[in-house]
């Protein structure tokens, strides 16, 4: 989880943040346009059968609902109990599970899901490698990895340029496939100017 208007690396109470988190126009997806073109990228990247989906860093869960919605059974984890409880509200009546945890190691069975999602989280984690080969071990074969990063900020900027998580992925993955987000600006509800992508990696090596 990132907030647009605070790049820099520092403590956040991410409890305190949970009340407001869903104001960011990308976090909460409260608009149809921004919903939608959420939705058709989502159902791009996860499989045409439903499947178990683990959304790490799931925040409020909101991209955890659109892939419900798609008949997805979805496990979520996120260390904020606070919007843990907000995504449960959010996923009420779906085939949903929520599990306080750390996204670098999630407390989850391995060889258990057909996708592992995460957004903006892969690049606030300590030694990215090894959590990716951690992740990739959650999936079952043929399982899929969708990571959604970027590199935010002008004048310090944080994140993990595209290029560099693509040599991180490519080792455990027989296909990768590499989206720019940023200008598609009904992604954002603006136009961004930095540099915002996703990789899809399916499927993942697991042996």
Aim: aromatic share 6%.
């Amino acid at each position: 989880m990132t907030k647009s208007t605070d790049l820099e690396q520092k403590p956040v109470d991410w409890d305190v943040e949970a009340a407001s988190f869903d104001e960011e126009p990308d976090h909460g997806l409260r608009d149809p346009g921004i919903r939608a073109a959420w939705a058709e990228r989502l159902t791009a990247w996860l499989p045409d059968r439903p499947g178990h989906l683990l959304d790490l860093g799931c925040g409020t869960g909101s991209l955890s609902l659109l892939a419900a919605e798609r008949g997805h059974r979805i496990t979520g984890v996120d260390l904020s109990p606070a919007m843990l409880e907000l995504a449960r509200r959010k996923l009420a009546g779906h085939e949903a599970e929520f599990r306080t945890g750390d996204a670098a190691e999630p407390p989850v069975p391995t060889a258990t899901y057909d996708v592992v999602l995460c957004r903006h989280v892969l690049w606030t984690l300590p030694d990215p490698e090894a959590v990716l080969r951690r992740w990739a071990g959650l999936l079952r074969p043929g399982g899929r990895l969708v990571l959604v990063e970027g590199v935010w900020g002008e004048t310090s900027p944080v994140g993990i340029p595209a290029e560099r998580l693509r040599e991180m992925v490519r080792p455990l993955a027989a296909d990768l496939r590499y989206e720019d987000l940023s200008g598609d600006a009904r992604l954002w509800g603006k136009t961004v100017r930095d540099h915002r992508y996703a990789v899809v990696a399916h499927p993942v090596l697991t042996d």
